[in-house]
């Protein structure tokens, strides 16, 4: 077996065996980036040198360094900064970005002892569902290169995928970390917003944005969350909650558990093999001993319309800063005003200039609160759909994506239906909560189907008991692509 093959928890036991030095785990990861990235096209940067660096660094005096994550080599989503390392957001206004600090995330990797392989391709500034927004190419699915892997966090879930990482992390506004994971068969976790510091993540919505890991386990997701999670003085919106430790509720048995089934997520026009695979799934779930329960999240309908205000309109408002002046791409200009207009044109790709447009409209003089403050209502009521539904389950499960992976351009004309890719994740953003998609089944086609799992607010101990309970009783997370 290559040792690319193995995740965090598989090559911590060969490492920590001595079988393996961190130099020979990422000799196999580079042969396998070399074989593959031409193909898949995860990795907008490639950090080989400042790698091997990093994996000598994790011996240190011979012995393996102690930290959990030493000698592992890992992706980050490039619109995560990386000190020293270009930090472009897929887009042509930070293609020369390289910031001159590290993200609280990327730190406490750090000092566990990760091995940094490189910056993952992901829609221009993370907004889409499919990569193909990304300003430089497309990423492509590693179980089908004529399709997307999902997005915005596509290069993550991909290099995943195909065995070009161990772990990677990625960012999730709308779905953004369980919708590519969901594509590609690998394992997402998108945490509760506030578990997890943004600081040093490039904002898209600030009110949404959650950095969460991208792994081949349940597990190994445990772990790196254990790593990544708790309060930041340097982020004021991380929650000041105690930190358990995530990998003690992966083994615990699932008997008596309540998994909420929401009438609404299981409508017309959801893919027939997408159905079939996620009531399958709850089938399982009820043979470990979890109890089924029927619920209702009325308000569910609202939800794409509701996120496509509240998340442009702050796209609209964080987008302002790149004018051209303080950093970033600049165009010329015969003065001030030219100088901007040309800046954002030329930097901006389509996609990015549709959703700031659209958030300037909503926030604009006469139009906010018939747009932005229905908006905020409307997810006050998805909010307390969830408190209400969580009265009688302790989790909630449905599928993660109405259909699986879609060809590359089957979607590109139309913006609408790009959106609707998102419509089972949208509302556990809206709402803050935690969820998990893990692999449930596969088309006909050899095409992977996610399960998503939803947890009450800073319960990530029950998605991960009842998510690791599930895919151990499965073999779905063992398939990989040729």
Same mark, same amino acid.
């Given at each position: 077996?290559?040792?690319?093959?193995?995740?965090?928890?598989?090559?911590?036991?060969?490492?920590?065996?001595?079988?393996?030095?961190?130099?020979?785990?990422?000799?196999?990861?580079?042969?396998?980036?070399?074989?593959?990235?031409?193909?898949?096209?995860?990795?907008?940067?490639?950090?080989?040198?400042?790698?091997?660096?990093?994996?000598?660094?994790?011996?240190?005096?011979?012995?393996?360094?102690?930290?959990?994550?030493?000698?592992?080599?890992?992706?980050?989503?490039?619109?995560?900064?990386?000190?020293?390392?270009?930090?472009?957001?897929?887009?042509?206004?930070?293609?020369?970005?390289?910031?001159?600090?590290?993200?609280?995330?990327?730190?406490?990797?750090?000092?566990?002892?990760?091995?940094?392989?490189?910056?993952?391709?992901?829609?221009?500034?993370?907004?889409?569902?499919?990569?193909?927004?990304?300003?430089?190419?497309?990423?492509?699915?590693?179980?089908?290169?004529?399709?997307?892997?999902?997005?915005?966090?596509?290069?993550?879930?991909?290099?995943?995928?195909?065995?070009?990482?161990?772990?990677?992390?990625?960012?999730?506004?709308?779905?953004?970390?369980?919708?590519?994971?969901?594509?590609?068969?690998?394992?997402?976790?998108?945490?509760?917003?506030?578990?997890?510091?943004?600081?040093?993540?490039?904002?898209?919505?600030?009110?949404?944005?959650?950095?969460?890991?991208?792994?081949?386990?349940?597990?190994?997701?445990?772990?790196?969350?254990?790593?990544?999670?708790?309060?930041?003085?340097?982020?004021?919106?991380?929650?000041?909650?105690?930190?358990?430790?995530?990998?003690?509720?992966?083994?615990?048995?699932?008997?008596?558990?309540?998994?909420?089934?929401?009438?609404?997520?299981?409508?017309?026009?959801?893919?027939?093999?997408?159905?079939?695979?996620?009531?399958?799934?709850?089938?399982?779930?009820?043979?470990?001993?979890?109890?089924?329960?029927?619920?209702?999240?009325?308000?569910? @309908?609202?939800?794409?319309?509701?996120? =496509?205000?509240?998340?442009?309109?702050?796209? *609209?408002? +964080? &987008? !302002?800063?790149?004018? %051209?002046?303080?950093?970033?791409?600049?165009?010329?200009?015969?003065?001030?005003?030219?100088?901007?207009?040309?800046?954002?044109?030329?930097?901006?790709?389509?996609?990015?200039?549709?959703?700031?447009?659209?958030?300037?409209?909503?926030?604009?003089?006469?139009?906010?609160?018939?747009?932005?403050?229905?908006?905020?209502?409307?997810?006050?009521?998805?909010?307390?759909?969830?408190?209400?539904?969580?009265?009688?389950?302790?989790?909630?499960?449905?599928?993660?994506?109405?259909?699986?992976?879609?060809?590359?351009?089957?979607? @590109?004309?139309?913006?609408?239906?790009? =959106?609707?890719?998102?419509?089972?994740?949208? *509302?556990? +953003? &809206? !709402?803050?909560?935690? %969820?998990?998609?893990?692999?449930?089944?596969?088309?006909?086609?050899?095409?992977?189907?996610?399960?998503?799992?939803?947890?009450?607010?800073?319960?990530?101990?029950?998605?991960?008991?009842?998510?690791?309970?599930?895919?151990?009783?499965?073999?779905?997370?063992?398939?990989?692509?040729?």
């Amino acid at each position: 077996m290559e040792l690319s093959e193995l995740g965090i928890e598989g090559l911590k036991d060969v490492l920590d065996r001595g079988e393996a030095t961190p130099a020979m785990v990422l000799d196999s990861f580079f042969r396998r980036i070399d074989s593959a990235q031409e193909k898949v096209k995860a990795f907008v940067t490639l950090s080989r040198e400042q790698a091997y660096k990093m994996a000598s660094g994790a011996c240190g005096t011979g012995a393996l360094d102690t930290g959990i994550l030493a000698g592992i080599p890992m992706a980050i989503k490039d619109n995560i900064c990386t000190k020293a390392i270009k930090t472009t957001c897929s887009s042509r206004m930070l293609e020369n970005f390289i910031p001159p600090y590290e993200s609280t995330v990327t730190s406490r990797l750090s000092d566990a002892g990760y091995v940094l392989v490189g910056k993952t391709n992901l829609d221009e500034f993370a907004m889409g569902s499919s990569t193909e927004n990304s300003a430089f190419f497309t990423t492509r699915n590693p179980w089908d290169l004529d399709r997307i892997p999902g997005g915005s966090s596509g290069g993550s879930a991909a290099a995943v995928c195909a065995g070009m990482c161990a772990a990677a992390l990625g960012s999730d506004t709308g779905g953004s970390i369980r919708q590519p994971a969901s594509l590609c068969g690998v394992v997402g976790l998108k945490p509760t917003y506030g578990r997890v510091s943004r600081y040093g993540l490039v904002a898209f919505a600030s009110s949404l944005d959650q950095i969460g890991p991208i792994t081949k386990t349940v597990k190994d997701a445990a772990i790196l969350l254990n790593v990544i999670a708790g309060r930041d003085p340097l982020d004021s919106t991380s929650a000041p909650m105690p930190v358990p430790d995530f990998t003690k509720a992966a083994g615990m048995d699932i008997k008596g558990i309540r998994v909420g089934i929401p009438r609404e997520y299981f409508i017309p026009g959801m893919d027939k093999e997408v159905e079939g695979a996620v009531r399958a799934a709850i089938k399982q779930l009820e043979a470990l001993g979890a109890v089924p329960v029927e619920v209702s999240l009325p308000h569910t @309908a609202y939800a794409i319309a509701t996120y =496509y205000i509240l998340a442009t309109s702050e796209a *609209s408002s +964080n &987008l !302002a800063r790149y004018d %051209g002046v303080k950093y970033g791409f600049r165009a010329g200009g015969k003065d001030l005003m030219e100088t901007y207009m040309n800046t954002r044109a030329e930097g901006f790709g389509p996609e990015v200039k549709r959703r700031i447009m659209l958030g300037t409209y909503a926030l604009s003089s006469g139009y906010y609160e018939a747009y932005y403050g229905r908006a905020q209502q409307v997810r006050t009521l998805i909010k307390k759909d969830f408190e209400e539904a969580f009265k009688s389950v302790d989790i909630i499960a449905t599928p993660t994506s109405p259909t699986p992976a879609f060809k590359v351009g089957e979607k @590109a004309a139309d913006p609408l239906q790009m =959106y609707l890719s998102d419509i089972f994740t949208i *509302s556990i +953003n &809206l !709402a803050g909560l935690p %969820g998990i998609s893990v692999p449930c089944g596969f088309t006909g086609g050899n095409l992977p189907i996610g399960l998503q799992l939803i947890g009450r607010h800073f319960d990530e101990e029950t998605v991960i008991r009842v998510a690791h309970a599930y895919e151990q009783s499965t073999d779905w997370h063992k398939r990989r692509p040729g």
